[in-house]
């Protein structure tokens, strides 16, 4: 009935690609380490919310607008681009102390993000990636009988799986992330140093984003 074919290739593939760097690791190692195990958890939890997103989307063929018309790309990609630079930004500008504030003060920790505004947030950092889609477009249908008698269903459990393995990978990241950062931040400058790297590597990365193409 799933009509896959290659199925422990797909899953040892997908472990590999799972531990790739990229977007969303990034925001669930800037979480871990900012508010702890939790709050890496849950933006574990909305980067695979937001990969069930292109999961569905690839299932029902409406990747193929992405990968076939230019201006829906663009949009989507500057979206995501503008997203990823907004919260580099973000880090960064925390950096700096309020007016009148004392020196000394710079290197407090800013308030801690709701578990929430992290679900939401990671969830748009996966959804407003249109690199997402068309690689679930491109290495899905490799594992999928030629003459399966329902494809969608076959892209549905083969993305599932996917998305269970990458969330469970990411899962463990944040614990690891989120101890590894409780150890060093018995140094003072960890804070601002961290949140300098991240806010510049999201920087970074939405300017990649912004400049690639559909191919």
């Not at 679930?136 to 009988?145: K, Y």
């Not at 590894?180 to 790297?197: E, M, P, Q, V, Y």
């Amino acid at each position: 009935m799933l009509d896959t074919v290659n199925l422990g290739v797909f899953i040892a593939a997908g472990l590999l690609l799972n531990i790739t760097p990229g977007a969303d690791i990034l925001y669930i190692g800037s979480r871990s380490a900012a508010q702890g195990t939790k709050a890496g958890v849950v933006a574990a939890l909305g980067i695979g919310t937001g990969c069930l997103v292109h999961i569905f989307l690839t299932a029902l063929g409406l990747s193929v607008v992405l990968a076939t018309s230019a201006v829906a790309f663009t949009l989507v990609k500057l979206g995501g681009a503008a997203y990823l630079v907004y919260l580099g930004l973000g880090m960064l500008l925390s950096l700096r102390p309020a007016a009148g504030a004392r020196l000394e003060a710079v290197g407090r920790p800013v308030a801690p993000l709701s578990y929430d505004r992290i679900f939401r947030q990671a969830i748009l950092v996966n959804t407003l990636n249109p690199k997402v889609a068309l690689f679930f477009m491109a290495f899905l249908p490799q594992f999928v009988a030629p003459d399966a008698v329902h494809p969608a269903i076959s892209f549905l459990f083969l993305g599932c799986l996917f998305n269970c393995n990458g969330t469970l990978i990411n899962i463990v990241f944040a614990v690891f992330s989120a101890k590894i950062a409780d150890k060093l931040k018995r140094h003072g400058l960890f804070g601002n140093l961290i949140k300098t790297a991240v806010g510049s590597l999201f920087l970074g990365l939405g300017v990649r984003l912004a400049l690639t193409s559909q191919e």
